[in-house]
């Protein structure tokens, strides 16, 4: 069973700019949820995508935004960057929406804004 | 963001003693997730609880879901240097679109 993979591993932007983070989801899963992680804290939610609609969000501005596709594998898109957007951006499946589901996450893409 | 309070915030133990760290919530959770994380990783799922009340295993490890509803603790048995990482529990509520509220993490140093 493959697990959750994400890339890249690593990103360097400056500030204004634009990023893409991919998320391929574990095998038999079909609900993605993003998280950002600031040094020290714990996960923060940001969105969550299911049958390829966005199915509850954060307190997230709207230069956040998603997509899922057919296959599961989702992608986070962040425009004009901030440097507080700097952190380790997660991304979890799980096997349905809702409660009672467990979440598995991949190992994250660490963005760095400067 | 909304987060979970959990303690404490860290620890540092000798090998083989037990480990107890805890959450707390203002708000009503269905599911308690317990997770740990490793420097430069993702968090890895330990244990999963789904009705008040309940205590689950997995190993050296015990969790349980609270009475109320509202909190959660984790117990590590005979720590050993490989526990060493940050712990994290996670709530789920109902109406909440699958999103999963954290606390702030109790790191684990373990002296062998």
């Known amino acids: 069973e493959t697990g959750v993979t994400q890339s890249p591993t690593h990103l360097i932007k400056t500030r204004g700019q634009q990023v893409t983070l991919r998320c391929s989801s574990q095998?038999?899963?079909?609900?993605v949820s993003w998280y950002q992680q600031a040094l020290g804290q714990g996960p923060q939610f940001i969105f969550q995508y299911y049958r390829e609609e966005e199915n509850g969000r954060g307190n997230f501005p709207p230069r956040f935004s998603g997509l899922q596709f057919p296959n599961y594998s989702s992608e986070l898109n962040v425009n004009a960057l901030e440097l507080d957007d700097s952190a380790l951006y997660l991304c979890?499946?799980?096997?349905?929406?809702?409660?009672?589901?467990?979440?598995?996450f991949g190992p994250g893409t660490r963005l760095t804004v400067l | 963001g909304q987060q979970l309070n959990q303690s404490p915030q860290s620890m540092f133990i000798q090998e083989g003693e037990d480990v107890s760290m805890n959450c707390t919530s203002s708000?009503?959770?269905?599911?308690w997730l317990w997770y740990k994380q490793d420097p430069g990783e993702g968090p890895v799922l330990l244990i999963a609880?789904?009705?008040?009340?309940e205590l689950t295993s997995n190993g050296r490890l015990t969790a349980q879901f609270g009475i109320t509803r509202k909190d959660s603790f984790l117990n590590i048995s005979a720590s050993i240097p490989s526990d060493v990482g940050i712990y994290f529990c996670a709530g789920q509520g109902s109406n909440q679109g699958g999103k999963l509220i954290f606390g702030q993490g109790t790191e684990l140093s373990v002296k062998p």
């Open positions: 979890a499946s799980s096997r349905g929406q809702g409660t009672y589901t467990e979440q598995f």
């Open positions: 609880l789904y009705k008040a009340g």
């Open positions: 095998s038999g899963h079909n609900t």
């Open positions: 708000s009503i959770f269905n599911t």
